[in-house]
């Protein structure tokens, strides 16, 4: 099957400071999204991205499909940014999801 | 948009016993449904998928006699664990994929804490 590696496996930064989290696939995809999982455990959809670059808010995405990689940029992180962050990716209707980015913003 | 309710949030339940969790997609038909397991400080581990009026496809390592999934109508799937172990324990989380033009991606529900004990 598809192999997900996300990059870093975890983060700290200091509030205020810019990150980008990496997701590399080995194979090409239908659908990629990236999600942030809050500490109840909830997935929160933050982009679907299967090709180029989307922008809300503080944070942008950029999937650049035939390089079978995509980038997450957080700007200006604010401490509820914090928690675990997953790329994940489809392929013929099958959905896995790399290890995630723990990211942890001090204030 | 699209959304997913998953129910119970969490449950405990005593070893030996069974435990059904829901999974309703509440404004688009879901034509496939996929659940997944997830322990603590690991990702999310596929399941099965579950296509409407068929019988689910599991992964290689999930007993489909211990995990029964039912997905009888477009919008509800369920998932039942049975004889349910102490090493059941986890983070259970259904997601939804819609069709239509007007939805993209997986939709996932708020995820079923179970405790046995």
């Known amino acids: 099957g598809i192999q997900v590696e996300q990059s870093p496996p975890d983060l700290i930064l200091q509030e205020g400071a810019n990150s980008t989290l990496r997701c590399n696939f080995s194979?090409?995809?239908?659908?990629l999204q990236w999600f942030h999982q809050n500490p109840w455990g909830q997935l929160i959809n933050l982009f679907y991205?299967?090709?180029g670059t989307k922008q809300n808010g503080r944070l942008s995405a950029t999937t650049v499909a035939t390089e079978r990689y995509s980038l997450l940029y957080i700007s200006s992180s604010q401490t509820t940014d914090s928690g675990v962050y997953f790329c994940?990716?489809?392929?013929?209707?099958?959905?896995?999801f790399g290890a995630g980015t723990r990211l942890t913003v001090k204030p | 948009g699209a959304v997913v309710s998953q129910h119970p949030s969490w449950v405990i339940c005593k070893s030996g016993t069974s435990v059904k969790i829901e999974c309703r997609s509440l404004?688009?038909?879901?034509?496939?449904m996929f659940w997944y397991r997830q322990f603590p400080k690991q990702s999310l581990m596929l399941m099965a998928t579950?296509?409407?009026?068929?019988?689910?496809?599991?992964e290689q390592g999930v007993e489909k006699d211990k995990f029964l999934i039912n997905h009888a109508s477009l919008t509800l799937s369920t998932l039942t664990v049975t004889s349910a172990h102490p090493e059941d324990s986890s983070f259970y989380i259904c997601?939804?994929?819609?069709?239509?033009?007007?939805?993209?991606?997986?939709?996932f529900g708020s995820g079923t804490r179970l405790t046995v004990v």
């Open positions: 997601s939804a994929r819609g069709q239509g033009a007007n939805y993209y991606g997986y939709t």
């Open positions: 194979d090409s995809v239908n659908n």
């Open positions: 991205i299967p090709s």
């Open positions: 994940a990716v489809e392929r013929y209707n099958d959905m896995r």
């Open positions: 404004d688009f038909q879901a034509t496939t």
């Open positions: 579950s296509n409407e009026g068929s019988k689910a496809t599991y």
